[in-house]
């Protein structure tokens, strides 16, 4: 090969940057043998809703993966003036399905990658449990603490869709902006080094959250939110009956994404609140539960004596 | 003898649950040693975030032999019963002896059960504990987790150190096989540590930077976070919580001191703290002012290179969280407290009573009718609050009945505007506290401020009953809406049920009205707050507003009627409506009637569990209540607890057995003159059942106590004792009946006290089942005059011992 085309890539370096730091982590989980997925091409507010974590922490066939989930929590938005909160952030998911015994001590290595040294920062696992209804899914597990700040939720799932997990995944979500901000020692979000060449988090952010903060909260037509969130319920229903339980998951997402903005836009009265969550609940709830019907044959077969209850 | 040691290494327990978990470790140990008949010695118990620990002292080395018999069936019995006997007890036919049970020959079977060794007994025992252990929540995990039955613990289970006299008790449970090896603290010690036996544990862990003992980690945190703040020249808050919880966090406790930004000491000191202990788990510290200082002290679970970097980074986290606070606290004030009030119009209360607003709009009519009613008045309130808390509330000194009035209702109607702030959204915790601090900073008088802020007072017994006149009324109001309000709807507490706290609201509306001497009428008070519910249903139902209190209750508004509903209270009877009323109102009225007997009851139910904790008698209190007609707690109290004094005395119990033995005669006799007359509180029958209208049990009663004291002529000269009794009667009943009349208790039991003597001699000397009918007659009607002249005092027949 010419010596024009040879290409060695320069050292990573998660304390000076943020794309270093995500770099590490795929590097890192890589090496224990998850796939590295991309991001899920939807907007949600969380990434356990992407279906390599909720669809697949049911059945019985294991599964590792990681990746990056853009998460969006439209009444989080601060216009860009708070130096800690955000209405678009990103997470890192990693799921590991059978959860294996040394899961805490890959995760306390995975934090070293990234620079976090435990004799010299305080690293706590505090109890906190995690569930969701509109998932029906709940797990236990805690919030890891690093100097008194939370950077990672750390659960066991032990029921997904209104399925028990059999077996259990465990699932890490690390707060990537939190964490660097700790690694880098900077104070306001905005002033992350995203990489090593001079671009700050505030430089490709910034504008954005503005724009997405107004957006959300004051100008997003109300009426075509409304009718967004009918037809992707309608949609969810139609790709239910059709068989397609993973196009009607997107559709819950979808809905569930909708009535989060309309929250945002204070058109929900405290009273329908309930109804649209029950609604989306619903949606959510319905498709796990048919996704993991339609696959329990198939399970059964490769694992016998598996069963779905 | 030998020691044996257990220690189940786990992830991470959450620290609420560790107490629990060790009292399930020593309760599941013995249980199986119990079992093996093998009665342990001294019990340790430790804990830490990663494991349990329990040492036990001086057990056998083997459990003693047993000779247990089986009775059988008797010679004769058909085989298979036989059979089936060998089966049970594990035995062949050639083992039965056969022997003589009262002369019938019976086959035994006796089974031996050799001693087994301890380390045997404990390799069982282990699974079986970890197997039965009851965690408040448990999980399973792993590979094994494939198979619904997989184990189950708090968090994944990792090792099991299993000790006796230094030796491994075998044993497995899911693939974890008990050994010798664990594991010391996760960052300051690297790889499996071996455990020699029991003694060497506590010191081996010590080594690999682990306190199993989570006494002493806990006096660690105590000291060190003391120290740390006497260091820096302040006084640490102490908090016992924050203790066992930040040691129930680490295994190797390391406290630091921090300072935050003195700007955000603008924030209400109650926040600050709040912020630090619920999020942060951090203790607060106070300045030589005695004032709250911008210092915290975490505690690591290491010890760190540098303390300054982790104290650092616990201040960042501290400040984010503070300057969520402080932003709340900022915008909340934008907005006055009637503004925010408006927004309790969308939160729902519950479902049947409306919304918050609905609430609020009924506690603001009610506080404001207690004081017009002139049960909270400006001095009333706080008069008996003993010195230290009078002096306290100048302000109402002087106040008029109308601006009382006035301030009452102001106050209720916004004390429930905090909840939809920021501040109490986030921290729901400080509901009517951050109602308080908004309402000063907007200049409204502090009588109201306090009222918002304490209204909520008091919570649960031994908790601060507020005494300020217009937070009495907010207070007092705002539970007996709820009570009532909850009893309306079919929603009283059952067993172990109470999810509207309505025990707890029964208690604060007792501990109200005893600690500022409120005179009122229980049962017309609860029907005043009922009105106001029954109003807001009435009106949602059908859309018209209730007119008058007497359109619920017709026969039952106005004072006399509410003493008609108390005694009507007793015996199972419904209160009957005004007769002209359509039917559906009657019907109406009946229900409500009856659910408001309900709250009374349960109201003097509450008292007699409140009063049992100040040592006042139950059942004196049962003698007072159950005459009926006494519906004022504050009146109540003072007769039972001139009551309890007197029954105390020698002439008390004297009279007391002397009223028993009354009573008794009384019965055995069928006498039935008096009985008649008089109504009783209790019983299956209803003595009533004839006198529809409950205004006529007052003269029915007023008669009969007539009737009673006097007693009718007699027809012969009767002996000295007879005519003793009869006069100490005469002078004693009407002295009693006036001293009750007057509230002057006291003098009530004194003239009681008089007739100690007299009904003792009559009762040596007199012989009441005389042969002459009339002599008779006489002695039985004044045996029931004396009884009833007690009985206008308490029901003494309701009086243990």
Request: hydrophobic share 45%.
């Amino acid at each position: 090969m010419s010596a024009d085309l040879a290409f060695a890539p320069a050292p990573r370096d998660p304390a000076r940057s943020f794309q270093d730091m995500i770099l590490t982590l795929h590097d890192f989980w890589s090496a224990q043998g998850c796939v590295i997925l991309q991001p899920y091409d939807m907007r949600m507010g969380a990434g356990t809703f992407h279906t390599a974590t909720t669809l697949r922490a049911l059945g019985p066939e294991p599964w590792n993966a990681a990746f990056v989930q853009p998460c969006r929590r439209p009444t989080d938005g601060r216009y860009g003036e708070n130096p800690n909160r955000l209405q678009h952030y990103y997470q890192y998911q990693v799921i590991l399905k059978p959860s294996p015994p040394d899961i805490q001590a890959l995760y306390l290595k995975s934090l070293a990658a990234i620079g976090i040294d435990p004799l010299a920062h305080d690293i706590r696992f505090v109890e906190d449990d995690w569930e969701s209804p509109t998932l029906g899914a709940w797990g236990l597990g805690w919030e890891v603490w690093c100097d008194g700040m939370e950077v990672t939720q750390f659960t066991y799932f032990q029921q997904m869709g209104g399925f028990d997990c059999k077996p259990v995944a465990g699932e890490l979500t690390y707060g990537l902006e939190r964490l660097a901000m700790y690694i880098q020692g900077v104070d306001n979000v905005y002033d992350l080094a995203f990489n090593t060449a001079g671009v700050s988090y505030g430089d490709v952010f910034l504008e954005n959250e503005r724009q997405m903060s107004k957006w959300n909260f004051e100008v997003a037509e109300t009426g075509a939110l409304f009718d967004l969130f009918a037809k992707a319920e309608a949609e969810c229903r139609n790709a239910l009956s059709a068989g397609v339980p993973i196009a009607a998951y997107e559709q819950a997402v979808e809905a569930s994404h909708v009535f989060n903005l309309l929250q945002a836009r204070g058109v929900i009265s405290v009273q329908e609140r309930t109804s649209y969550m029950g609604r989306v609940r619903d949606l959510a709830r319905s498709s796990c539960e048919a996704y993991a019907e339609k696959m329990a044959p198939e399970w059964q077969a490769k694992y016998p004596g598996w069963s779905l209850v | 003898m030998a020691d044996f040691l257990l220690e189940l290494l786990c992830e991470e327990i959450p620290a609420r649950m560790q107490a629990g978990a060790r009292a399930e470790l020593e309760k599941l140990f013995r249980r199986e040693l119990d079992a093996a008949g093998v009665g342990p010695g001294e019990l340790t118990i430790w804990s830490t975030p990663r494991r349990l620990a329990l040492i036990a002292r001086d057990l056998p080395l083997a459990t003693e032999a047993v000779s247990e018999e089986a009775k059988g069936p008797p010679e004769g019995a058909p085989d298979a019963a036989i059979d089936g006997f060998c089966r049970k007890n594990g035995v062949t036919r050639e083992q039965l002896t056969l022997r003589d049970v009262k002369g019938r020959m019976t086959w035994f079977a006796v089974i031996d059960q050799p001693g087994r060794a301890m380390a045997d007994v404990l390799a069982a025992a282990i699974p079986a504990i970890i197997r039965d252990f009851s965690w408040p929540k448990s999980m399973r995990w792993g590979a094994a987790s494939i198979a619904t039955e997989s184990s189950r613990w708090v968090r994944p289970l990792s090792g099991i150190v299993a000790l006796l006299d230094g030796e491994v008790v075998p044993c497995e449970v899911d693939g974890i096989s008990s050994g010798r090896e664990t594991f010391g603290h996760r960052f300051h010690s690297s790889g499996a540590i071996s455990i020699a036996s029991a003694d060497d544990y506590a010191a081996s862990l010590r080594a690999a930077h682990v306190i199993v003992d989570h006494e002493e980690r806990a006096a660690l945190i105590r000291e060190g976070a003391a120290r740390a703040a006497a260091d820096a020249g302040l006084t640490l808050v102490a908090d016992e919580g924050l203790v066992v919880e930040n040691a129930g966090l680490t295994e190797w406790p390391v406290p630091l001191l921090g300072r935050f930004d003195e700007a955000f000491l603008d924030v209400p000191p109650e926040v600050i703290q709040l912020t630090a202990r619920v999020n942060q788990k951090y203790f607060v510290c106070e300045g030589a002012d005695g004032k709250l200082a911008n210092a915290f002290v975490c505690t690591a679970n290491i010890a760190p290179r540098d303390p300054a970097v982790v104290v650092d980074g616990n201040r960042k986290v501290l400040a984010a969280r503070l300057s969520d606070a402080r932003f709340f606290w900022e915008q909340d004030q934008k907005t006055p407290l009637a503004v925010h009030a408006e927004k309790l119009a969308r939160i729902t209360f519950h479902e049947k009573l409306g919304t918050v607003a609905d609430k609020v709009e009924r506690v603001a009519k009610l506080a404001r009718w207690l004081v017009e009613s002139d049960i909270v008045t400006p001095a009333k309130a706080g008069v008996s609050g003993g010195d230290a808390l009078s002096s306290e509330m100048p302000a109402s000194a002087g106040m008029t009945k109308g601006v009382l009035a006035d301030m009452a209702e102001q106050a209720a109607r916004l004390c429930k505007a905090d909840l939809v702030t920021e501040m109490v959204g986030e921290f729901p915790e400080l509901q009517g506290l951050m109602g308080g601090y908004y309402a000063a900073k907007e200049g409204l008088p502090q009588e109201v401020s306090d009222a918002i802020r304490d209204h909520y007072k008091p919570v649960g017994q031994g908790d601060e009953v507020p005494t300020a006149p217009v937070t009495v009324a907010v207070s007092l109001a705002d539970k007996l809406d709820t009570l009532a309000g909850f009893f309306l709807i079919d929603e009283k507490p059952t067993g172990s049920k109470d999810p509207f706290a309505l025990r707890r609201a029964g208690i604060a509306i007792i501990s109200l009205v005893i600690r500022n001497s409120l005179n009122m009428s229980m049962a017309a008070t609860l029907m005043k707050a009922s009105f106001g519910v029954l109003d807001y249903i009435y009106y949602r139902e059908h859309d018209q507003k209730l007119s008058t209190i007497k359109d619920v209750f017709p026969l039952l508004s106005g004072p006399e009627g509410a003493i008609s509903l108390l005694k009507a209270a007793f015996p199972k009877r419904d209160v009957v409506a005004d007769p002209t009323a359509p039917p559906k109102v009657i019907q109406r009225d009946r229900e409500n009637a009856a659910r408001l007997q309900e709250m009374v009851i349960f109201l003097f139910d509450r008292l007699k569990v409140q009063q049992r904790e100040a040592g006042v008698r139950h059942d004196l209190i049962d003698a007072v209540f159950a005459l009926g007609g006494e519906d004022d707690l504050v009146r109540l109290l003072a007769r039972v607890h001139a009551l309890q004094a007197f029954v105390t005395t020698e002439d008390g119990t004297n009279l007391l057995a002397g009223y028993k033995r009354a009573a008794n005669i009384l019965k055995k006799e069928g006498w039935s003159a008096a009985e008649a007359t008089r109504i009783p509180v209790t019983g299956e029958e209803d003595p009533l059942a004839q006198v529809d209208d409950p205004g006529m049990a007052d003269i029915v009663a007023e008669q009969a106590a007539l009737r009673a004291s006097a007693v009718p002529p007699l027809s012969y000269t009767p002996e000295a004792a007879e005519k003793a009794l009869i006069d100490a009667l005469a002078v004693a009943a009407p002295r009693a009946a006036e001293a009750v009349e007057a509230e002057r208790f006291a003098d009530a039991m004194a003239a009681l006290a008089t007739l100690r003597a007299p009904i003792d001699r009559f009762f040596e000397e007199v012989t009441v089942n005389a042969q002459e009918a009339d002599k008779r007659t006489s002695r039985l009607a004044l045996l029931a005059a004396f009884r009833d002249a007690v009985h206008r005092v308490a029901d003494f027949s309701r009086i243990e011992g």
